[in-house]
């Protein structure tokens, strides 16, 4: 199975600042169209996990684009260009390729 | 609008079953992939196991051989069979939905796009 490795665990950002988070996989994420199956999600308090980035780099459906993603293979990152109060909550990673998927143990984010 | 409702979640006796329900919403079970994946404090979200369109399954190591997945297409519902619960099992059981996306005309499916609220399960004598 692959492993999927998050970091930082937690980070506390003051609002208008960027933030970053990094996603390692222990195995090439790389499908054979050369995407990379690597999703982001977030999850506020009280609800349920809401997909942020597809396909490493695609925001999903309503997502603003102050989130972007990048990354390909097994490195990743989820960057916000300026934090609101509304981004807080747990970022998680999670891959797409094999058919048991895995998740990033998440990243806390809290604004200062 | 796409939505998932899960329900049957409770407290069950170590050794005990318990059936979960989610019924959907907005598209059909029977042309997507529908999930199960749990969460805990501890374990973070862990996925437990999926039903393929054409009615293949599959499981995480942690239920292979105590919990069993299946749908009804009539009432467009997926449910999660779980026998011989343990201790462990205790979490948030969320179904979520496969996404599909095209690429090149070829249809792909990368992650998942849809949640449901969730429904918490405790296997506690």
């Known amino acids: 199975d692959i492993v999927m490795t998050q970091s930082p665990r937690s980070l506390s950002v003051t609002p208008g600042e960027p933030a970053s988070i990094t996603c390692r996989s222990s195995q090439s994420l790389v499908h054979s169209f050369e995407y990379s199956f690597l999703n982001w999600y977030v999850q506020k308090p009280g609800q349920s996990p809401q997909l942020l980035i597809y396909?490493?780099?695609n925001r999903a459906t309503g997502v603003p684009d102050r989130f972007s993603g990048s990354g390909s293979d097994t490195d990743f990152t989820l960057k916000i260009s300026r934090v609101q109060a509304e981004d807080v909550g747990f970022y998680y990673c999670?891959?797409?390729?094999?058919?048991?998927?895995?998740f990033g143990q998440g990243t806390k984010l809290e604004i200062k | 609008e796409v939505q998932l409702v899960e329900s049957g979640g409770g407290l069950v006796q170590p050794g005990g079953s318990l059936r979960l329900s989610c019924a959907a919403s907005g598209f059909n079970v029977s042309d997507n992939y529908i999930n199960w994946v749990r969460q805990t404090p501890g374990r973070g979200l862990e996925w437990v196991s999926v039903i393929y369109s054409g009615g293949d399954t599959y499981f995480s190591d942690s239920v292979k051989g105590r919990f069993t997945i299946s749908r009804d297409n009539s009432k467009n519902t997926v449910f999660l069979h779980m026998r011989s619960l343990r201790p462990e099992d205790t979490a948030i059981y969320y179904c979520?939905?496969?996404?599909?996306?095209?690429?090149?005309?070829?249809?792909?499916?990368?992650?998942?796009?849809?949640w449901g609220q969730g429904t918490p399960v405790t296997v506690s004598s």
């Open positions: 396909l490493g780099s």
């Open positions: 979520a939905r496969r996404m599909k996306t095209t690429i090149s005309g070829v249809i792909i499916i990368p992650g998942i796009d849809a």
């Open positions: 999670m891959q797409g390729l094999q058919t048991r998927y895995s």
